[in-house]
């Protein structure tokens, strides 16, 4: 469902085009698949990661991160988790399509850093929001059957002087193999909003600029309710990587930065409501791509 593939030439290299994003229309299904985002969960979630201290990359609560994370994932019956990109911890869990190896990718870093003082870097929205949607994408998608595949992806070493380790050594990874990445959808910087303005940048390519499309399609068809800017941001996050490797890739962004990187950068200043929204977005963009069957038989 919503894919086609074909292959158009850039220059002298051919790249394959397996996103096509026109022509949804609503599903009674993936109305009902956003209903389940839980602000609650998205909270315990952004609690829980702060209270590592500090999980810059490298730092004790970095670590623990990964094992409490790797622990959540794992818990999810239909998920296959597994490490990926060895130190780095990569955290990838797999919901194997029924059709199709065909992979959709959803993602955040779960590294955080504060520049003042690396060792109390709280990062809760930056990155523990993104990280809490990803987790209830897991949670809610794995309760149905896809086309193609879905992958959970969690991200180590964002932040930091190198930058992006954790993703780059991925998509190294995936190139290495010849991984079919239909689409990488970032998740980052995702739920700051002190004054509820509901302002959402898409940030996109010209590559994935048919998302763009997608979303804003999806935000009216299901309500969502976000005031839509498209690449008012042009900051860098793990959605660069797939970029720069000819992958398409788009990322959602807050209106401000907020906190980011800094000790006040805590969980009081999430908003769940406007991270909800944003993982209903992404998700009823990504569920319709990937095929969205019918509620799994567990
Ligand atoms: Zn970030």
């Given at each position: ?19 096509d994003c026109s022509g949804t229309a609503f599903d009674p ?252 977005l992404g998700m009823s963009a990504v569920a319709y791509l ?9």
């Open positions: 469902m919503g894919i086609v593939a074909a292959l158009v030439s850039t220059g002298s290299a051919a790249f394959l085009v397996s996103v299904q993936i109305a009902d698949m956003i209903k389940q985002v839980d602000e609650e969960e998205i909270l315990n979630t952004v609690s829980v990661l702060q209270g590592f201290t500090s999980r810059y990359y490298g730092y004790p609560g970095n670590a623990m991160a990964s094992s409490y994370l790797h622990g959540e994932l794992s818990n999810i019956t239909g998920l296959t988790v597994e490490y990926q990109g060895g130190d780095l911890r990569n955290i990838i869990a797999t919901l194997p399509g029924k059709e199709s190896s065909k992979t959709f990718i959803v993602g955040a870093h779960y590294d955080s850093e504060n520049s003042a003082d690396l060792s109390y870097a709280p990062g809760a929205t930056d990155n523990g929001g993104g990280v809490a949607i990803v987790l209830e994408l897991a949670r809610i998608m794995s309760r149905y059957t896809f086309e193609h595949t879905v992958v959970f992806a969690l991200w180590n070493a964002e932040e930091g002087g190198t930058g992006m380790m954790g993703s780059t050594a991925y998509v190294q990874y995936a190139k290495d193999n010849g991984l079919d990445i239909a689409l990488y959808f970032n998740f980052d910087s995702t739920c700051y909003d002190p004054h509820d303005r509901l302002v959402l940048d898409i940030m996109y390519n010209d590559r994935s600029r048919c998302m763009s499309s997608l979303m804003t399609q999806c935000n009216s068809l299901y309500h969502i309710g976000f005031t839509l800017t498209y690449n008012a941001h042009t900051c860098g996050s793990d959605h660069r990587p797939f970029w720069e490797e000819g992958y398409t890739a788009v990322m959602t962004h807050e209106e401000e930065h907020g906190p980011a990187h800094t000790a006040d950068d805590t969980v009081d200043k999430i908003s769940t409501a406007y991270a909800k929204k944003n993982g209903q990937a095929g969205v069957q019918a509620p799994a038989a567990r």
